[in-house]
């Protein structure tokens, strides 16, 4: 997210999530780090739990730069 008003958007927002979650099991794949996991099985609330998840990181995140712009220092 951007410092001024206007962030990336929540489309962007949400694709960034994405491709960095991608990015991430690429790097944990090639590097081998927790190889155990593969056998884990995620389901669909998983999905949307992280998803949410997310959501609420970006809006604290975002909130937390425009109360630290709104303040006088």
Known sequence: ???RRAGFGLLT???L???GALIG???FNLFGLFPGMGSIVISLRDVVAAF???LVLL???WL???ARERSPR
Do not use: D, P
């Open 13 to 15: 927002n949400i694709g």
């Open 59 to 61: 809006a604290a995140i």
């Open 52 to 54: 949410v998840g997310s």
């Open 64 to 66: 937390w730069g425009a």
């Open 17 to 19: 999530g994405c491709v």
């Open 25 to 27: 099991g690429v790097l």
């Open 1 to 3: 997210m951007k410092r």
